[in-house]
């Protein structure tokens, strides 16, 4: 006669840390729908993970200057100091991959400008304002959700609903845009606006909306 054994299922609670205000900024690039002016644009998207406050910036291109001029531009910008920021693994980004497999010397592999920017430059960003860079794994853009989604919301509630003369309309209507989402309720703040967040995390860090 075999005896039968219960077993019992053991169930592990996970806990999300909460992020502070500035703590990690994803960063990415959206290709503006249709040409104006007959020349492709491009939307540079910063968001904080802590309270969803965005920042939008337009370029003709995305180049890794452009992404080094966007991002000192968000240091300025931001109501907040950026602990950190994360990023896909494009060229404009970064060539760590890229970088360590071209060098003839992989402990010292040749750098993008943005690392540069980020991680030795001193005096400019690293050492000043003391930004991480993270970067996703590749093929994983779910792991940047938080901007991937705005990117959803900014075609459903803005570009499928705006047309441009030229850049310059482009640009004054996605700063009015930009304020807009940043004074829109969103659910995963619990009916709070990022501008909201911002004033509740400028009193009380971290916050306690995660994820």
Known sequence: MTRKYRTRKIKY???RVPLS??????IDVKYV???VGNKQYYQFTAIDRASRWR???IYDDYSNLSSIRFLEELI????FRIRAIKTDNGSNFTNRYTGYLKSSDPFNPKLHDLDVLCQHDLDVLCQKHNIIHYLIDPGKPAQNGK???SHRTDQEMFYERSKFKNVKELEIKIRAWNEEYNNLEHCSLDGKTPNEMLQLLTIKEPTDVCG
């Open 147 to 149: 901007v991937e989604r």
């Open 13 to 15: 609670k996970y806990i």
């Open 76 to 79: 300025k910008t931001a109501p």
């Open 55 to 57: 920042y939008l910036k």
């Open 33 to 35: 729908p249709d040409l």
């Open 21 to 26: 205000r500035g703590e990690l900024v994803e």
